[in-house]
């Protein structure tokens, strides 16, 4: 069990441009969620998975965003239109199951858009 | 919904000193409560969580907690800290609904940065 692990750790990207994410979680987690978190503030819950379906999606993330887990393994999030705005540390942490459940966090991608 | 508030954005200490870092909580369901600490270059790591019964939770590395309901707060201390507690460390909950369910998506508090001098 090498935890979860995230691609790339930094990417420097120019407005406009599309970027993508991939999560690879702990194997036998069925939840895998992810966060984004801004300079100076916690974490803020983006969309999270049970296996392979993705059950919610929070005001966050706009129509710009998508994500996805096929075959409830890794996962991918990628911004379309890349804006300033969404330069921040995307967090991936997976689960073995939901509710109280310790969720065990990547190092996280950090995104800076010029 | 739930929110949390961390009342202490930074808090200098000297090694050895006891530490309190602040949290408080709103919410409209019961919820569980976790802490978590980051250091500089890493991910988050769970410190301790309360899901229920004693309301004083022992965690890692000599950090505990107290739920207190009735201010609805969930305060970490620590009796005395070294170099090694200097990082962010952050309050979070999760929300408990009807039947018991959680659907497990953390709501995190805004983080206090510890730094323990020598």
């Known amino acids: 069990d090498t935890g979860v692990s995230q691609n790339p750790r930094h990417k420097i990207t120019k407005r406009g441009q599309n970027v993508t994410f991939r999560c690879d979680p702990i194997?036998?987690?069925?939840?895998l969620y992810w966060y984004r978190q801004t300079l100076g503030q916690g974490p803020e819950f983006l969309t999270y998975?049970?296996?392979?379906?993705?059950?919610?999606k929070s005001r966050l993330l706009s129509d710009r965003f998508s994500a996805e887990r096929p075959k409830g393994s890794f996962s991918t999030l990628e911004i379309q239109r890349t804006e300033q705005g969404d330069s921040a540390m995307y967090l991936c942490a997976s689960s073995l199951r939901g509710g109280a459940s310790e969720q065990y966090f990547g190092p996280g991608t950090r995104l800076t858009v010029t | 919904a739930q929110s949390v508030t961390q009342l202490d954005s930074q808090v200098p200490v000297f090694e050895e000193a006891p530490v309190e870092l602040r949290c408080n909580y709103s919410?409209?369901?019961?919820?569980?409560l976790f802490w978590y600490v980051q250091y500089p270059n890493q991910g988050l790591q769970l410190l301790l969580k309360y899901l229920s019964g004693s309301t004083l939770v022992k965690g890692i590395n000599g950090f505990e907690a107290e739920f207190n309901k009735s201010q609805t707060s969930f305060h970490l201390r620590k009796p005395s800290v070294h170099i090694s507690d200097t990082a962010e460390y952050f309050c979070?909950?999760?929300?408990?609904?009807?039947?018991?369910?959680?659907?497990?998506?953390?709501?995190f508090g805004q983080g206090t940065i510890l730094t323990v001098h020598p």
């Open positions: 998975f049970q296996n392979e379906a993705q059950l919610e």
């Open positions: 919410s409209s369901v019961s919820v569980y």
């Open positions: 194997s036998e987690h069925n939840r």
């Open positions: 979070a909950v999760v929300g408990e609904y009807a039947g018991g369910t959680s659907y497990g998506k953390l709501t």
